[in-house]
């Protein structure tokens, strides 16, 4: 199994990483380590799968899987349960294991200098138009000067085509978002990094770190919607300890 642990200054206690495709039992377009229950994969890989992640990282707990659905819902993990309609969840106690999955959509993780919680966020256009950042920030209610965000592996800027409806809502969402969207011909080129960026700098969230990498180039890597079609989910996880 390959990690990728977050690149942040966050404190010891906040454990926080992504899953690479590689490490597990899954085959074909879910070659190897497919964590995702909803994509066409055999049950007993993916079973066999989250048993093994469990495993090499002595999670305290079972992640809490979510049914993403690219809106605004946000769970405490503390109180929330496996199924739980909802695309960001966090945590203020050691225990719980907050959970999303991806495979070209970012998943952005949220602490404070205190490491008083940990939250992850799955982020789409669809996501960032309905407001998933802000309705998760709004949850925590913390100062904004000692939250710290990392963003974690998806698509890249120079690969993430939209229609040029898609364009429209997302300037309509939030005007920012044209400097982030270049024109292809009769597309256009999203930079989803610095549009998940330019919403956290509008609520005064200042320490942001990126991963840079590309789920979409980085085939032997990661998982990629965009680049396969059917495929495997990553998972980014995380905890306090």
Not at 1 to 11: F, K
Not at 30 to 35: Q, Y
Not at 146 to 173: C, F, H, K, M, N
Not at 234 to 240: D, F, I, N, V, Y
Request: aromatic fraction near 8%; charged fraction near 15%.
């Amino acid at each position: 199994m390959r990690l990728l642990s977050a690149n942040w200054p966050a404190p010891s206690q906040v454990r926080a990483l992504t899953t690479l495709r590689t490490g597990g039992v899954s085959s074909g377009v879910f070659s190897t380590f497919n964590l995702a229950a909803h994509v066409g994969d055999e049950r007993d890989a993916v079973t066999n799968n989250r048993a093994e992640l469990k495993r090499t990282l002595c999670l305290p707990a079972e992640p809490c899987w979510l049914s993403q659905v690219h809106g605004c819902g946000v769970v405490d993990v503390s109180t929330g349960s496996v199924g739980t309609v909802a695309d960001a969840a966090y945590t203020t106690t050691p225990g719980p294991v907050v959970a999303v999955m991806t495979a070209d959509c970012i998943p952005l993780f949220l602490s404070d200098t205190d490491g008083s919680f940990v939250a992850i966020v799955h982020v789409g256009w669809r996501g960032l138009c309905a407001g998933v950042i802000e309705a998760l920030l709004g949850k925590l209610a913390l100062p904004s000067g000692r939250i710290l965000a990392w963003t974690g592996p998806g698509i890249g800027s120079d690969v993430y085509q939209v229609r040029a409806d898609v364009r429209e809502t997302l300037i309509d969402a939030f005007p920012g978002h044209e400097s982030a969207l270049a024109a292809t011909g009769n597309q256009w080129i999203a930079d989803l990094p610095k549009m998940v960026e330019q919403r956290l700098r509008r609520q005064g969230v200042i320490h942001i770190f990126h991963s840079g990498q590309c789920t979409y180039r980085q085939a032997d890597a990661y998982f990629s919607y965009r680049r396969d079609g059917q495929c495997g989910r990553m998972a980014s996880l995380a905890w306090l300890e």
